[in-house]
C-alpha cells in the first residue's frame, strides 16, 4: 500500500465533499444560525446530543460556545448532553440507553431552546428520542446528519432545520460537520458582535 497516496486521497476527497455541499448546505446553517442567535437573545440555552464521533462533536461546539470561538465575548449558554457521566449511566441503567438524551432535553429544555441533535447516519434511537423529547417542550431542532437523514428527516418540522451531508461516508460527513459547527460558531459570533464582513 502507497501510504503516501492513500493519504493524498482522503484530503482530496475531503475537500471535495466539501465543495460539492456547499451550496446546498450554506442556506441552511445560515438558517441555524439565525435560530440559535434568536434563542441566544432570548435567554435561551442551545443543548447538544450525539454518540461517538458526533459525541464529541457536541462537545466541541459547546466548548466553543461557553468558552470562545474566534472572538473575545462573554461565554454563551450551550450544554453537550454527552459530558455528565453520572446522569448518563444512571439513565442507561434504569431507562435504557436510548433515553440518555431524551430525559435530559425534558428536564433542561425550556421553549424557545434549540437542540443540536447529531447523527450520521440519521438513525441514532436515542438522538431520535432526544428530538421527540424537544418538540414536545417547544424547542427548535437543528440536525446534522449524512446519508440521506434517515428517520430524522422523517422527524423534522418545518420549523426546524436539516443540514444533511450529501455523502454515504462516515468519515467525510464528519468532517463536514466539523465545518458546520466552526460555521455556526463563526456566524453567531458575527451576528452577536455586529460584523459586518
Do not use: W
Not at 27 to 34: C, D, G, L, N
Not at 127 to 132: C, K, M, R
Not at 144 to 154: D, H, N, Q, R, S
Request: net charge negative.
Amino acid at each position: 500500500m502507497n501510504l503516501i497516496s492513500r493519504i493524498g486521497q482522503h484530503f482530496q476527497d475531503s475537500a471535495q465533499t466539501k465543495l460539492d455541499a456547499c451550496a446546498m448546505l450554506a442556506p441552511r446553517i445560515a438558517e441555524a444560525v439565525e435560530a440559535m442567535v434568536g434563542c441566544l437573545l432570548g435567554n435561551g440555552k442551545i443543548l447538544a446530543c450525539g454518540n461517538g464521533g458526533s459525541a464529541a462533536d457536541a462537545q466541541h461546539f459547546a466548548a466553543e460556545l461557553v468558552g470562545r470561538f474566534e472572538m473575545e465575548r462573554q461565554g454563551l449558554a450551550a450544554i453537550a448532553l454527552s459530558t455528565d457521566t453520572s446522569i448518563m449511566t444512571a439513565i442507561a441503567n434504569d431507562y435504557g440507553f436510548t433515553a440518555i438524551f431524551d430525559k435530559q432535553v425534558r428536564a433542561l429544555g425550556q421553549p424557545g431552546d434549540v437542540l443540536l441533535a447529531i447523527s450520521t447516519s440519521g438513525k441514532s434511537a436515542n438522538v431520535i428520542e432526544a428530538i421527540h423529547a424537544a418538540h414536545d417542550n417547544d424547542l427548535r431542532v437543528v440536525a446534522l446528519t449524512g446519508k440521506g437523514g434517515g428517520e430524522i428527516a422523517e422527524l423534522l418540522l418545518d420549523s426546524d432545520v436539516h443540514i444533511c451531508v450529501p455523502s454515504e461516508r462516515t468519515a467525510r460527513i464528519q468532517e463536514v460537520h466539523l465545518l458546520t459547527i466552526h460555521c455556526l460558531c463563526d456566524g453567531i459570533d458575527g451576528l452577536l458582535l455586529g460584523v459586518e464582513e
